[in-house]
Every structure is written in structure tokens, then in C-alpha cells.
T-cell receptor, first 114, second 111 residues
């Protein structure tokens, strides 16, 4: 079974631009979560989608948004990029939304903001 | 603020030794405590997880010890191998909500 895939793997943008990252969950998984990973703050939760609805949201500004499609694929968007948005963005999927179901992480998208 | 505190930040262990990583939490509502392993260029992968109704869980060379009264839990890696060299993250969650991660421990196992 294919794992979680994220595209693109690497991205370079400049301040003020916007970016869209894509995540394809494992087949049959309906929950998709996004995390931001930085050396200083570690792994921080952005949001979770389940059956096209946002279930949970972390403490990030409104510039960070996401959505989930009917096939469970998810996108996250960051508008008006800031230097501090440079990070590894990880997507994780699980079968359902219950916490005890194992989350499977993708390899991440490395975003660099210049 | 960081809801899960992890230590040490880095750890060097000789092959065959025991690696111990500790985590502490404040929120007594947490009821799920997983450990993740991350290799460079990869996303984190679940290693082992525990719920607060047990004090210890073992899977192969990996053991979680859980102390509910102290609000602490730890990962023990027995007979550490060079292939275990990676970054380890503890996490905690309330059922149905997101994982709160510790800041990670970089483990190096020397031959």
C-alpha cells in the first residue's frame, strides 16, 4: 500500500507570496492532519480535516488555511508568506479521526521563504 | 506554551547500551502517549504508544514507562544499535484532538 505522498517536496518562495501544498493520504484514510516542523519550535499542529470538514485547528494565524476534497486529498495554503514560515510541512493521515488510530506521516514539503 | 517537555535534547550512547529519553506533561486530560522516530529526510514514524491505564509497555527493544502521578513518561531503547540513530519525539494527546509533541531528542549510537 502506498504511503502518504506530499508534493512538492521542496519549494522556494519570496516574502509576500502565497503557496499551496498538497497531500495525498493512504488509500482508505479519511483523516488528514498538517504539522509545521522547525528547529526552534519543533512539531506544531496546524489543522485536521475529516470527511472534508475541519475538526481541529492549532494556534496559527489566519494566513494558514486548508481544505480537504471528497477523495480525502488535502491542500494547505499559506498567504502573504513571512520569513518565519520557512519550515518542513508534514501531512499525516489515519483511517478515522480517533486519536488512538496510528497517524502515518508523509516525507514533508520543505518550504524556504527568502 | 510547550505542553510536553522532553529531555535530553541530544544523547550519545554506545552500541549495546541503553538509551533513555524522558518526557513530562502538565495536562492531566492527556490520555494517549506515543513516541515517534524520525530519520533525516523522512517524516516521523510511530514507534510505540501507551495509554495511562498501564504503567509499562514493551515492544521488542523499545519500552515505554509511564508514571501517572508524576506526569512523566519515558522511552527506553535496550541494546541500542547504530541503526537506532535518529530523532525521537514524545507526544501527548486528548482523545479526538491533535498530538502535542516534545521538541525531540537527537540520538547517536556509536559503534
Amino acid at each position: 500500500k502506498a504511503g502518504v505522498t506530499q508534493t512538492p517536496r521542496y519549494l522556494i518562495k519570496t516574502r509576500g507570496q502565497q503557496v499551496t501544498l498538497s497531500c495525498s493520504p493512504i488509500s482508505g484514510h479519511r483523516s488528514v492532519s498538517w504539522y509545521q516542523q522547525t528547529p526552534g519550535q519543533g512539531l506544531q499542529f496546524l489543522f485536521e480535516y475529516f470527511s472534508e470538514t475541519q475538526r481541529n485547528k492549532g494556534n496559527f494565524p489566519g494566513r494558514f488555511s486548508g481544505r480537504q476534497f471528497s477523495n480525502s486529498r488535502s491542500e494547505m495554503n499559506v498567504s502573504t508568506l513571512e520569513l518565519g514560515d520557512s519550515a518542513l510541512y508534514l501531512c499525516a493521515s489515519r483511517v478515522r479521526g480517533e486519536t488512538y488510530n496510528e497517524q502515518f506521516f508523509g516525507p514533508g514539503t520543505r518550504l524556504t521563504v527568502l | 506554551q510547550q505542553q510536553v517537555k522532553q529531555s535530553p535534547q541530544s544523547l550519545i550512547v554506545q552500541k549495546g547500551g541503553i538509551s533513555i529519553i524522558n518526557c513530562a506533561y502538565e495536562n492531566t486530560a492527556f490520555d494517549y502517549f506515543p513516541w515517534y522516530q524520525q530519520f533525516p529526510g523522512k517524516g516521523p514514524a510511530l514507534l510505540i504508544a501507551i495509554r495511562p491505564d498501564v504503567s509499562e509497555k514493551k515492544e521488542g527493544r523499545f519500552t515505554i514507562s509511564f508514571n501517572k502521578s508524576a506526569k512523566q513518561f519515558s522511552l527506553h531503547i535496550m541494546d541500542s544499535q547504530p541503526g537506532d540513530s535518529a530523532t525521537y519525539f514524545c507526544a501527548a494527546a486528548i482523545s479526538g484532538y491533535a498530538l502535542n509533541f516534545g521538541k525531540g531528542t537527537s540520538l547517536l549510537v556509536t559503534p
